[in-house]
């Protein structure tokens, strides 16, 4: 299971780096999905998008000062406004999908790129 990003749908400004990187983890998943597929091995990736982290927290600060005069938690609370399920995510939203996806539940799974954003980005 590949951690990939919502930049890996969808790129952003001043990050073209980031988001070809993660363009990278998809590509990869999908090729090795294939290659390992007879192994009855599966191979998926998910795509976090803005998660309550310290990452996130950074990103805040970092972008704040870069795009404006932003105090820490604004810019952060104005990206969660176009989260339509109305809330960053937490580390458990995450670890939800990736139990799922090692669970033999998800044994016919592979090959896949899962948003889990709120629906920040739908595909």
Known sequence: IS???GQARQ???YTPHY???KFGVVGITQSLAKEVAK???TVNAICPGIIDTDMWAYND????KLLGDYKPGELMAEWVKNIPMGRAGSGEDVSGLVSFLASDDA???TGQTINVDGGLIMS
């Open 107 to 109: 044994a016919y799974i």
């Open 61 to 64: 600060t970092a972008w704040g």
């Open 11 to 13: 790129g952003f400004i």
């Open 19 to 21: 988001a070809a990187s």
């Open 3 to 5: 951690t990939a990003s």
């Open 39 to 41: 192994e009855k091995i």
